[in-house]
């Protein structure tokens, strides 16, 4: 008990810090506006703002960094709203469900009311996500104390087979194969047991490994870049917004729906790799398998958007999870956030509330005052943020490309750093082409280091002996999981699963 | 079911490059020390730094030989053959064109500007070509102004492979800087001339001057001065906006 009040006491002295400070409130301000501009433009994406800003925020201190990056990752999951509503084009993918009711909605004249629909629900989303942020993440991370060598390769590799198996829009073995390219390009570099160069072909340069933000903006802006300019994209007619209103009442009679949803989205954030997207359409889902008016579900019902935004939100909190207990994202914004913590001192995973304690009711603290900025922008702000749509995207994407490009360069202040982000930027421009998904190939290259000398570190200690995965109770569920994750993608499983369902089905008659 | 098809060709040829890409890992991992001798002390297989690539490579050769499979049971390999008697002589289509034309001014800027030419005028220079030819959303303004900049981007090349250039900085430290400010211009006069032609709104030309010229008048001195980034070649312009900001601060 005297725990959990220190607790808060500490997380409301890290709220009155936060909130004295005009200098961070006008930071995260910014920063939130810039996120839901980003998330509204379709091309752009959370996980570009991220990282583009993440070379910002090199020169401030690393909580005046978190207030920024956090801004305008939460606006950047909520901004992706705008156009799903406005034009019937979701600005992210995570809010591609929001657009099957939003948009309806707008056709009929209710713009404004889905606009404060989906912001207050956005904000309840991320300030639930807030609360499963600082109750779970000591714990998890006090659990996760005890694991081992053999925990932490499996931990890491789980992410990437989870990662490949559920954001693959193709074939699954595409999104394996995307995580295998990353665990490669992680070896590059001088080995971390014995130093030794690998895939360096004397390039001193590659001695240090890939550097990751030019990597992660080469991987999630170039595509982005060249798509969109490919495509010539442009909006169509723009529904009228007349006043954003809040919908408190409205929100408020969907109380239970909102919980399930920010459970869906917190559970979902929680499993690596797979973000906000995913999270969108199984609460869109769930909301209509379990709602009276499901059949109404596509023609512009209230509840729909609430449950989308809703779980899209809560998301941010549960990728952050294992971002900060485990070092493992939960998303690919989280997967750029983890470079910026990286980039600023930070090691994220069991140590970190050791090494500095505090910091998870840092990141709480900004989360819930993120919410509500995003909350005042969402409703006060929202008409301004409209006009910039307006701009064309021929103009703005090379901007953008500018961007990346500085965005690469000033970090490491080495041109090799560019040399190496286009490379990475076409490739990943071919491989979403042909339906590879990026996010199982970024998380390979983060978590490839964790995995290769866990790798090894394990098998020193049991003298390359493999036994322990079977002895360690956690080890062998990583196993399991990662075993039936491959198993459950064969044609054999397929079968066997549709002849089960075919007895159970004769037992019942 | 055409998409699919498209897909499943792609695969097929994926895979073949995917095997031999797990081939290269693995023969490269082979060459790295399976055992060592650290201060007298003997390491095993399994902490040497080949173990992890030699993993990578074998599952990359793995997931590879499926995804040939699938590509040919799904008929992959068919389709990449009637594809492939089909298509001889034919031409690229629009989406292709304009993807290379972004291919073409990202990799310029990289690797052609960025090293060699002050960087406000290398992003003048991507931003000008970029913006022209899209924003435009003309096929002949396209074509032209695309034209004109390979035909300069291919004298920069030739001018930087003859001692020309070296003879030519050796005179004046910026005059590379100042050739492709030239060249500039001469791309404005010639898509000016060409939208005038074609009736597109000069507007459209005088807009992409505009975000031509502002950003990076914005972005340099933010880097430079308030981020402290010291920007990847400093020429003609930003040698001049240093001369300035640091006599008017000192």
């Known amino acids: 008990m005297s725990f959990a009040l220190e607790a808060l006491q500490q997380f409301i002295l890290e709220l009155a810090a936060l909130v004295t400070n005009p200098g961070a409130l006008v930071l995260l301000f910014a920063s939130v506006i810039m996120g839901i501009i980003f998330g509204a433009i379709p091309g752009l994406t959370a996980t570009l703002g991220v990282a583009l800003l993440t070379t910002l925020t090199y020169g401030m201190s690393p909580a005046t960094a978190m207030v920024a990056l956090l801004g305008i990752y939460v606006g950047g999951v909520y901004g992706g709203s705008y156009t799903a509503i406005l034009v019937n084009i979701p600005g992210t993918a995570a809010a591609a469900a929001t657009a099957m009711d939003g948009y309806p909605m707008a056709k009929k004249g209710q713009a404004g009311v889905a606009l404060g629909l989906t912001t207050t629900a956005s904000a309840i989303g991320t300030f639930i996500g807030m609360l499963f942020v600082v109750s779970f993440s000591p714990i998890i991370s006090k659990m996760a104390l005890e694991f081992t060598s053999f925990e932490f390769f499996l931990l890491a590799f789980v992410g990437i087979v989870i990662s490949g198996t559920l954001t693959s829009p193709d074939l699954v073995i595409k999104g394996w194969i995307a995580g295998l390219i990353g665990l490669w390009m992680a070896t590059i570099g001088r080995d971390k047991l014995q130093n030794y160069p690998r895939f360096t072909f004397g390039f001193s340069q590659l001695d240090s490994g890939l550097d990751l933000v030019p990597v992660l903006i080469g991987a999630f802006g170039i595509p982005q870049i060249i798509q969109t300019l490919r495509d010539n994209f442009k909006f169509g007619e723009m529904a009228q917004v007349d006043r954003i209103v809040p919908g408190f009442k409205k929100i408020f009679r969907y109380t239970p729906k909102i919980i399930r949803s920010a459970l869906i989205g917190v559970g979902i954030g929680a499993v690596p790799g797979i973000g906000e997207d995913i999270a969108g359409w199984v609460s869109y889902g769930a909301a209509k398998r379990f709602s009276k008016d499901g059949d109404k579900f596509g023609t512009g019902v209230e509840e729909a958007v609430v449950a989308t935004e809703t779980a899209n939100n809560a998301c941010i909190g549960g990728a952050m999870i294992p971002l900060l207990s485990l070092g493992v994202p939960g998303s690919p914004p989280a997967a750029m956030l983890l470079g910026a913590l990286l980039l600023h001192g930070f090691n994220p995973g069991p140590m970190l509330n050791i090494d500095h304690p505090g910091f998870y009711l840092q990141v709480t603290a900004i989360l819930l005052l993120a919410s509500f900025a995003m909350w005042i922008c969402g409703i006060f702000l929202a008409k301004q943020v409209i006009k910039v749509l307006r701009i064309p995207t021929s103009l703005f994407m090379p901007v953008i490309g500018v961007l990346c490009i500085i965005g690469s360069y000033a970090l490491g202040t080495d041109i090799f750093n560019l040399y190496l982000m286009l490379p990475v930027g076409i490739i990943a421009y071919f491989l979403t082409e042909m339906k590879y998904p990026i996010a199982p190939l970024v998380i390979g290259v983060i978590l490839g280091g964790m995995c290769d000398s866990n790798l090894r570190r394990a098998l020193m200690v049991s003298k390359g002996s493999f036994l322990p995965v079977f002895t360690r109770p956690v080890a062998l569920i990583l196993f399991l999981v990662i075993l039936f994750m491959i198993v459950s993608q064969t044609p054999l499983y397929n079968r066997f699963v549709v002849k089960l369902k075919g007895r159970v089905k004769r037992v019942k008659q | ?250």
């Open chain 2, 1 to 250: 079911m055409d998409e699919k098809a498209s897909l499943r060709r792609s695969d097929f040829i994926t895979s073949i490059i995917l095997i031999l890409f797990g081939v290269f890992v693995i023969l490269v991992s082979t060459g790295m020390p399976m055992k060592a001798s650290y201060g007298g002390v003997e390491t095993h297989w399994y902490v040497a730094p080949a173990l992890f690539p030699l993993f990578i490579g074998g599952g990359v050769i793995l997931l590879g030989v499926l995804l040939m499979g699938t590509a040919v049971r799904q008929g992959g390999l068919a389709s990449l053959l009637a594809a492939a008697k089909r298509k001889t002589g034919s031409r690229l289509d629009e989406r292709t064109v304009r993807t290379m034309v972004v291919f073409l001014s990202l990799i310029t800027f990289v690797y052609l500007f960025i090293p060699r030419i002050d960087f406000m005028i290398s992003i003048m220079f991507f931003l000008s070509f970029v913006c022209t030819v899209f924003y435009a959303e003309n096929k002949r303004v396209f074509t032209r102004v695309t034209f004109v900049y390979i035909l300069e981007c291919a004298v920069l090349v030739l001018f930087y492979i003859s001692p020309l250039a070296r003879l030519l900085n050796g005179l004046y430290v910026y005059s590379m800087d100042f050739m492709a400010l030239l060249f500039l211009v001469f791309l404005y006069m010639q898509a000016r001339k060409v939208m005038k032609r074609e009736n597109v709104p000069l507007k459209k030309l005088r807009t992409v001057l505009f975000v031509a010229v502002l950003t990076p008048l914005f972005l340099c001195p933010v880097f430079r001065y308030a981020l402290l980034v010291p920007l990847p070649k400093e020429g003609l312009l930003i040698g001049q906006m240093n001369y300035l900001y640091y006599s008017l601060k000192y």
